[in-house]
């Protein structure tokens, strides 16, 4: 079967004032429709520079260097800014992390809902608007009507994400982007958008995209997790693979650290110790090796290929290629 | 609502007071008389004297503030010192002639701010960016009266395409075409000067505007970038915009009074400056009431007009 996604070798740059930053470098992966991708890394390790590739709005300064993302057989690398906006909102949509900002705030509800509905369904403003209805229904929202009419400032932050989750799926898109969609919320709320999300998948054949910090989100949410590490993946497996047996150090670091009681995100993840490297000074060798418990000579010269250990499971590191080695 | 509507009402009456007792002392304070003004030359200093006397002028100033305020009261502005007009009916007459040229240039303006503006924001950085910041430059800094004088020098005594001054051909009549060409010119300085300003409010709104996250939202439905800057990013910049223009409304009518005895144009602005020539004290008084009620009326109309435009605001 061919996959709805396949994004191979995908590297994004950003200009700067005096060069050029490689956000993102060497990502590969496939998504099929109905399944859930999980991306989870520290913060900064190119988790929405990787989905803002997809959909393509990195903005002016950002472009795709390198790579094909083919999406239902069409290379979105090579897409024309205005065939992409037939996708964009219709079959690729995305979710943002800031429930409290994403929506305009001098525009109604019903305005911002019924735009995108009319832009790529055709429906004269009146079908829209009921549809628009059944929609913030769907994501249950109570008195749909009215909302239509106000304004995002007089609703809470989950209603608001609730709003923004009815605009993503108000076209069927075949792929959703959810980036951190549940990070600002508090626990119950998000623990709501969830359960909604995992409901709405389960009627629509929606591939999903789920990014996060959260490792226990992923559990909940994902079938297979990419696990990214300064603007790399590190580690690609199925969640059940993942959470038993993670190959790289960087994974197992994240999953040590994992406490039993909540504590804040920040904490729990600098359990790791060190700091993640920035685009401008990528160390040689491995980019973890700074911070790698296991470090060798070779991590400390020579770049590690994304290893594959069986169909489902792959990791960056010498480790398990010398590992895989042995045992042959 | 209502009760804002009042309190605001409440508020505009000791500052109106405030204001016409302000204006008294200064006017009276100003060196020279109404009668050395207008009386004949010859005129011996026992029948200037005598003149001051019978104008009620040699009273107490108290005394001659009171007699003002009393006939305002009963809707009596007094008569004019040079022209013996009924004040009521020159202000009326010369209004209407500095409204139309304020509410041109003010339109106008905003018409070449706006727009460009937008594409200087958009395009920050670009030389069209540099470019628009030059001529916002040079709009500001630039004197009413010595762009008016170019202007004149250009397009009426050199090219003679325009008139130089006046509101009408004198004996015309004053056909449409004819009023238009009088209105050029002066439009033309009131609106550059306005276009220079506003075109950086519009540019610095509108950039803190273009990073906000419900821009990324709207184009990840696929929005057309027009629709994105014109609809979802201008509406939000021209919020802060709206006071930035009702603040300009009293500084327009201090420039019209440079551009109205530039261009010779009938307006109160020259009305203000003959009546200050002649020490014409009641012409002066109302001038200045109505100002400062032009201006407490225009901050009302910003303030209603802000919460009309910005949702968050009209909750509280
Ligand atoms: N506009 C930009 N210009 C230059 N570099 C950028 C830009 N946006 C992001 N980057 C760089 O790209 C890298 C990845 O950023 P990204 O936003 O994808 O991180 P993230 O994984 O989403 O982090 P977070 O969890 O904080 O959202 C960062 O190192 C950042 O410095
Ligand atoms: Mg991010």
């Given at each position: 079967?061919?996959?709805l996604?396949?994004?191979?070798?995908?590297?994004?740059?950003?200009?700067?004032?005096?060069?050029?930053?490689?956000?993102?470098?060497?990502?590969?992966f496939?998504?099929n429709?109905?399944?859930?991708?999980?991306?989870?890394?520290?913060?900064?390790?190119?988790?929405?520079?990787?989905?803002?590739?997809?959909?393509?709005?990195?903005?002016?300064?950002?472009?795709?260097?390198?790579?094909?993302?083919?999406?239902?057989n069409?290379?979105?690398a090579?897409?024309s800014?205005?065939d992409?906006?037939?996708?964009?909102?219709?079959?690729?949509?995305?979710?943002?992390?800031?429930?409290?900002?994403?929506?305009?705030?001098?525009?109604?509800?019903?305005?911002?809902?019924?735009?995108?509905?009319?832009?790529?369904?055709?429906l004269?403003?009146?079908?829209?608007?009921?549809?628009?209805?059944e929609?913030?229904?769907?994501?249950?929202?109570?008195r749909?009507?009215?909302?239509?009419?106000?304004?995002?400032?007089?609703?809470?932050?989950?209603?608001?994400?609730?709003?923004v989750?009815?605009?993503?799926?108000?076209?069927?898109?075949?792929?959703?982007?959810?980036?951190?969609?549940?990070?600002?919320?508090?626990?119950?709320?998000?623990?709501?958008?969830?359960?909604?999300?995992?409901?709405?998948?389960e009627?629509?054949?929606?591939?999903?995209?789920f990014?996060?910090?959260?490792?226990?989100?992923?559990?909940?949410?994902?079938?297979?997790?990419?696990?990214?590490?300064?603007?790399?993946?590190?580690?690609?497996?199925?969640v059940f693979?993942?959470?038993k047996?993670?190959?790289?150090?960087y994974?197992?670091?994240?999953?040590?650290?994992?406490?039993h009681?909540?504590?804040?995100?920040?904490?729990?993840?600098?359990?790791?110790?060190?700091?993640?490297?920035?685009?401008?000074?990528?160390?040689?060798?491995?980019r973890?090796h700074?911070?790698?418990?296991?470090?060798?000579?070779?991590?400390?010269?020579e770049r590690?290929?994304?290893?594959?250990?069986?169909?489902?499971?792959?990791?960056?590191?010498?480790?398990?290629?010398?590992?895989?080695?042995?045992?042959? | 609502?209502?009760?804002?509507?009042?309190?605001?009402?409440?508020?505009?009456?000791?500052?109106?007071?405030g204001v016409?007792?302000?204006?008294?002392?200064?006017?009276?304070?100003?060196?020279?008389?109404?009668?050395?003004?207008?009386?004949?030359?010859?005129?011996?200093?026992?029948?200037?004297?005598?003149?001051?006397?019978?104008?009620?002028?040699?009273?107490?100033?108290?005394?001659?503030?009171?007699?003002?305020?009393?006939?305002?009261l009963?809707?009596?502005?007094?008569?004019?010192?040079?022209?013996?007009?009924?004040?009521?009916?020159?202000?009326?007459?010369?209004?209407?002639?500095?409204?139309?040229?304020?509410?041109?240039?003010?339109?106008?303006?905003?018409?070449?701010?706006?727009?460009?503006?937008?594409?200087?924001?958009?395009k920050?950085?670009?030389?069209?960016?540099?470019?628009?910041?030059?001529?916002?430059?040079?709009g500001?800094?630039?004197?009413?009266?010595f762009?008016?004088?170019?202007?004149?020098y250009?397009?009426?005594?050199?090219?003679?395409?325009?008139?130089?001054?006046?509101?009408?051909?004198?004996?015309?009549?004053?056909?449409?075409?004819?009023?238009?060409?009088?209105?050029?010119?002066?439009?033309?300085?009131?609106?550059?000067?306005?276009?220079g300003?506003?075109i950086?409010?519009?540019?610095a709104?509108?950039?803190?505007v273009?990073?906000?996250?419900?821009?990324?939202?709207?184009?990840?439905?696929?929005l057309?970038?027009?629709?994105?800057?014109?609809k979802?990013?201008?509406?939000?910049?021209?919020?802060?915009i709206?006071?930035?223009?009702?603040?300009?409304?009293?500084?327009?009518?201090?420039?019209?009074?440079?551009?109205?005895?530039?261009?010779?144009?009938?307006?109160?602005?020259?009305?203000?400056?003959?009546?200050?020539?002649?020490?014409?004290?009641?012409?002066?008084?109302?001038?200045?009431?109505?100002?400062?009620?032009?201006?407490?009326?225009?901050?009302?109309?910003?303030?209603?007009?802000?919460?009309?435009?910005?949702?968050?605001?009209?909750?509280?």
């Amino acid at each position: 079967m061919k996959h709805l996604l396949e994004v191979v070798n995908l590297q994004t740059a950003f200009q700067s004032e005096k060069s050029e930053i490689i956000a993102v470098d060497e990502i590969s992966f496939t998504l099929n429709a109905g399944e859930t991708l999980g991306i989870v890394g520290e913060s900064g390790c190119g988790k929405s520079i990787t989905s803002l590739s997809i959909i393509g709005l990195l903005g002016k300064k950002g472009r795709v260097k390198k790579g094909n993302i083919y999406f239902d057989n069409e290379d979105l690398a090579q897409t024309s800014e205005s065939d992409f906006r037939k996708i964009r909102g219709n079959q690729i949509s995305m979710i943002f992390q800031e429930p409290m900002t994403s929506l305009n705030p001098v525009f109604t509800i019903g305005n911002q809902m019924i735009e995108g509905i009319k832009l790529h369904m055709k429906l004269s403003t009146k079908e829209a608007r009921s549809y628009a209805i059944e929609m913030l229904e769907k994501v249950r929202i109570p008195r749909a009507e009215e909302v239509m009419k106000e304004y995002p400032h007089v609703l809470s932050g989950g209603m608001r994400q609730r709003v923004v989750i009815a605009m993503a799926l108000a076209c069927k898109p075949k792929l959703l982007i959810a980036d951190e969609p549940t990070t600002a919320l508090d626990v119950t709320i998000q623990a709501q958008i969830l359960e909604l999300m995992r409901n709405l998948k389960e009627e629509s054949e929606t591939a999903i995209m789920f990014i996060t910090h959260d490792l226990g989100v992923i559990a909940e949410m994902a079938d297979k997790v990419i696990v990214m590490y300064a603007g790399q993946i590190v580690e690609e497996a199925d969640v059940f693979t993942l959470f038993k047996n993670p190959k790289h150090p960087y994974t197992q670091g994240l999953m040590a650290s994992i406490p039993h009681i909540e504590y804040e995100e920040e904490e729990r993840l600098s359990s790791i110790p060190g700091t993640v490297p920035t685009p401008q000074n990528m160390p040689k060798g491995c980019r973890f090796h700074t911070r790698c418990p296991y470090v060798t000579e070779q991590c400390k010269q020579e770049r590690p290929d994304l290893f594959q250990i069986n169909d489902t499971h792959k990791s960056r590191c010498w480790l398990v290629k010398t590992e895989k080695h042995n045992k042959e | 609502m209502a009760s804002y509507i009042m309190r605001r009402l409440l508020i505009a009456i000791p500052v109106l007071i405030g204001v016409t007792i302000f204006n008294f002392i200064i006017i009276n304070m100003a060196p020279g008389n109404p009668v050395e003004m207008f009386v004949n030359p010859d005129a011996t200093p026992a029948q200037i004297e005598l003149e001051k006397e019978r104008m009620g002028l040699n009273d107490p100033m108290v005394i001659q503030y009171f007699r003002w305020m009393n006939s305002l009261l009963h809707g009596d502005l007094g008569y004019s010192y040079s022209t013996y007009e009924p004040v009521t009916q020159v202000l009326l007459e010369r209004m209407g002639p500095t409204l139309l040229l304020m509410g041109l240039a003010l339109f106008f303006g905003l018409l070449i701010a706006i727009p460009i503006g937008i594409l200087s924001a958009t395009k920050q950085y670009s030389k069209l960016d540099y470019a628009t910041t030059g001529f916002s430059f040079l709009g500001i800094s630039i004197p009413h009266f010595f762009l008016g004088l170019g202007a004149i020098y250009i397009f009426s005594v050199q090219l003679q395409l325009l008139p130089t001054g006046g509101m009408m051909t004198l004996g015309s009549g004053g056909g449409f075409v004819d009023r238009v060409e009088h209105l050029i010119l002066p439009v033309f300085v009131l609106a550059t000067g306005i276009a220079g300003k506003k075109i950086r409010y519009v540019r610095a709104s509108m950039l803190d505007v273009l990073g906000q996250d419900y821009l990324r939202t709207a184009r990840a439905k696929g929005l057309r970038e027009f629709v994105v800057t014109n609809k979802h990013a201008l509406k939000n910049a021209l919020i802060p915009i709206i006071t930035v223009i009702g603040l300009e409304i009293p500084l327009l009518i201090g420039g019209a009074v440079i551009t109205e005895q530039v261009f010779q144009w009938p307006g109160m602005g020259l009305l203000t400056i003959q009546s200050i020539m002649s020490r014409d004290y009641p012409t002066l008084m109302a001038i200045n009431l109505l100002t400062a009620v032009i201006v407490l009326v225009a901050n009302f109309a910003t303030d209603i007009l802000y919460s009309v435009a910005d949702p968050r605001i009209k909750n509280n």
